[in-house]
């Protein structure tokens, strides 16, 4: 939500002032209630669509599904920006700026999230690549160790629950309930190297928890 109104804020800021000098530019004969529910439609409007690229785009999987994704929502954006700003200010479709909004947007948005890596998501739901798995632990994630009972015995962290990897999914309820039945809580999963707890993310991640990290190692952690 968080992310929601500060995007919609930020439209609503850049989209009166471009909405009221282009009004200015064209002899100032636009309505100032006009001006003000347009602003407001653009600011709903874009700013809804670039907080769904913010934060759903970069849990596609594959990375041509993010670009075009993030490709049709941009263009989206951007080409309803300006048809509003033409209707409102010219009172007509102006398709030159429309077309030429719809490709800046396109280009853009499959620019940004061809070169976005996915990473842990933060509590907004949208890529966090600056919180790793130690900052995650710290904050109070949920922590499952995927090894076995024997390498658990000779070392573990003590905020870990122990869930190794063949099991896990006949115990996706036991960690859902761990995770207070909140599949989008912070979850780190860590094993010896790094493979089983990657396995153990698919896992996860398959079964509807959104914020996964791969922890790595175990003496990476402690």
Known sequence: MRRLLVNVLLYAVFGGGLFAFAAFR?????????????VVVVALWSGGLTTAIDRLVPRLPA????????ATLGAASLGGFALALSLVVWRRPVPQLVVLAIAVGALMQAARTFAARPGPLNRDGAPDDDTGPKQLIAAGAL???????????????????????????????????????????????YCASGRRSERAKGVLEQAGFTHVANGGGFGELI
């Open 143 to 189: 922590v499952i160790d995927v090894r076995e009972q024997s390498e658990w015995d000779r070392g573990h962290l003590p905020m870990a629950r122990l869930v190794p990897v063949g099991e896990l999914a006949a115990r996706l309820d036991e960690v859902a309930a761990w995770a207070g039945g909140d599949k989008d809580a912070p979850v780190v999963v």
């Open 63 to 70: 990375a041509s599904t993010r670009v075009l994704a993030g």
């Open 26 to 38: 064209n002899g100032g004969t636009v309505s100032p209630v006009a001006l003000v529910v347009a």
